[in-house]
């Protein structure tokens, strides 16, 4: 985040510059060193204009409001919501759900109740990835692992894996990024008796209009970020303008993240997008370090959107293990057990290995 205000510093120790009455210079009390008045504004003119973009982009907000809209009652009649006795986690079902397992810990029973209070999402992606393919991509997700213990797959719950729609926060936006960089070309000289590296240092500014669409952040507390970033991308070109009919035989997850307290995340993502972009402009230089960078929103537009995801939560050992798959993708994460006597056992087995032949080359080498 770049900073929003200047210190006007010595350029010559760092010390902090001051204007002395009756002086007509601006003064470093501790180098004495002066400087005209044009001089100081010639040399921070850079730094208060970057000053000035950090204040607008920090004033920027995201038009959140316009995300979502309010539910029809017959559509509303049709929802219900359940609270996991077990965990707390808050889900919504369609009125047809009466008893299902809480795909965050695996606990059976459900109590139904009307469902209310939550804005109607805009768009959603039907699910495109089947139970079947969940299933195989779980078993597909176990090979090659040489430490997974044996009896993890032979006990694991496969049928428990569940379809849910998990909301999403789709931010667009246009922006003006102005961002400045020291860059760096060397010169290297070979010399009889040395290696002479020569380097210049530039100051490099680069500016730009940059165009995003359907930012993702996902607006659950439950769902682990990491997990959700790691199953992305979705194919946004499926999107279908939403109805509670999708929500048919599958579970979905009511938002407990706002869209204004997601926004810092989008902001987060457009200005790493930024800069990226305007790092790819110096390639002609050795090496470059960013100094600051200010994003400001032009436009800045929100969507609600619920997207399908596989959710498998098994326990092994009494530790849980979670695996997601992107149901419109088909893309497989998770985390995995290992067996500490395989861990313990495969690196000797591949000494025991290796020694003749290590010492079959030495004897070659002698």
């Known amino acids: 985040m770049a900073d929003s205000s200047v210190s006007y510093k010595c350029p010559n120790c760092g010390a902090p510059l001051s204007f002395l009455p009756g002086k007509k210079t601006v003064t470093c009390e501790y180098c004495g060193t002066e400087f005209e008045v044009s001089a100081i504004e010639e040399l921070f003119r850079d730094k208060q204009e970057s000053a000035v973009h950090a204040a607008e982009a920090q004033e920027a907000k995201w038009a959140t409001e316009d995300a979502g809209s309010e539910w029809a009652s017959d559509e509303a009649k049709a929802l219900h919501a359940f609270t996991c006795s077990s965990c707390g986690a808050e889900l919504v ?109 530039y100051n490099c500014k680069r500016a730009g209009t940059m165009s995003f669409e359907r930012i993702p952040v996902d607006g659950s507390k439950r769902i682990d970020d990491a997990y959700m970033d790691s199953i992305e991308p979705f194919n946004y070109g499926d999107l279908v303008e939403f109805s509670a009919a999708y929500l048919t035989g599958y579970l979905a997850d009511k938002y407990d993240v706002t869209a204004e307290a997601c926004a810092p995340r989008a902001d987060k993502r457009v200005e790493n997008s930024a800069i990226e972009v305007l790092q790819g402009t110096l390639e002609d230089y050795d090496a470059y370090e960013l100094e600051n960078i200010a994003v400001v929103k032009d436009v800045g537009k929100v969507s609600y959107a619920m997207v399908p995801v596989w959710i498998l939560t098994t326990r092994y050992n009494d530790k849980p293990y979670t695996f997601m798959m992107n149901g419109q993708t088909g893309k497989f994460v998770g985390s995995l057990p290992y067996d500490k006597t395989k861990a313990f056992l495969y690196p000797a087995l591949c000494s025991l290995v290796l020694m003749p032949i290590i010492y079959f080359l030495l004897l070659m080498l002698n």
């Open 93 to 201: 079902c369609d009125e047809n759900t009466m008893a299902t397992e809480c795909v965050y810990c695996g606990n059976p029973t459900m109590i139904p109740k009307r469902f209310d209070g939550m804005l109607k999402p805009d768009y959603v992606i039907p699910f495109k990835k089947t139970k079947q393919e969940a299933v195989a991509a779980l078993k597909e997700f176990y090979k090659g692992h040489m430490l997974l213990p044996s009896n993890f797959t032979a006990n694991n719950r496969v049928e428990a894996i569940q379809p849910m729609y998990v909301p999403f926060w789709l931010f667009d936006s246009k922006i003006t990024a102005k961002a400045q960089f020291r860059a760096e070309k060397h010169h290297v000289i070979n010399t009889p008796k040395e290696v002479i590296t020569e380097i210049s240092v």
